[in-house]
């Protein structure tokens, strides 16, 4: 793996927002940036921070897992 998918990091993100019924502007108020960069990070044209991933998964209640688990490369 050279780089995360963050195309599908962004789809898990806007699957997890719309299944809670929360808007991108209200992430996008939470994390003090533009709608249209939520937009863009759900679309994969922008690449989340570490910090901001954390904070979208407190905000969507779940774990930053949720959106990265599909990176991993190790069995069990």
């Known amino acids: 793996m050279d780089t995360l998918d ?3 990091i962004g789809k898990k993100i806007k699957e997890r ?3 809670l019924g929360i808007t991108q502007e209200a992430i996008a108020n939470y994390l003090d940036v533009n709608a249209s960069h939520i937009s863009n990070i759900e679309g994969g044209r922008a690449h989340a921070s570490l910090t901001a991933l954390v904070k979208i ?3 969507l209640e779940c774990s930053v897992d949720y959106f990265i688990s599909h990176e991993y490369t190790y069995k069990t």
């Open 6 to 8: 963050f195309k599908a």
């Open 17 to 19: 927002r719309q299944a």
């Open 57 to 59: 998964a407190n905000f």
